[in-house]
Nanobody, 122 residues
Framework: QVQLVESGGGLVQPGGSLRLSCAAS????????MGWYRQAPGKQRELVAI???????NYDDSVKGRFTISRDNAKNTVYLQMNSLKSEDTAVYFC????????????????WGQGTQVTVSS
């Protein structure tokens, strides 16, 4: 069994900062890509940022220069530092990981966290 557990969401004023964390646990052999997606009310889930096991990262244009993704491979954890937050960043943020482990071993599978709410409002 593999689980992703997120933390760090909440309410913040425009211009403020939040840091999201997501820890993967369970029967894990290796983790390839990790990342963050978000889903605002009435909208489809969209990619925010991803990072490979080697540390290469990609961002959606809407968050470039404001958000930073990082990971600690020793802790199977991915982080999202969000600065200069805007009201349009309000959404449920979902952690994602492409993992070799769990019931599909040795084939990798997509895993998702339960989501954490980020609300940017004054």
């Amino acid at each position: 069994q593999v689980q992703l557990v997120e933390s760090g969401g909440g309410l913040v004023q425009p211009g403020g900062s939040l840091r999201l964390s997501c820890a993967a646990s369970g029967s894990i052999s290796s983790i390839y890509t990790m990342g963050w997606y978000r889903q605002a009310p009435g909208k489809q889930r969209e990619l925010v940022a991803i990072v490979t096991s080697g540390g290469s990262s990609n961002y959606d244009d809407s968050v470039k220069g404001r958000f930073t993704i990082s990971r600690d491979n020793a802790k199977n954890t991915v982080y999202l530092q969000m600065n200069s937050l805007k009201s349009e960043d309000t959404a449920v943020y979902f952690c994602y990981a492409y993992i070799v482990g769990g019931s599909t071993w040795p084939s990798p599978s997509n895993y998702w966290g339960q989501g954490t709410q980020v609300t940017v409002s004054s």
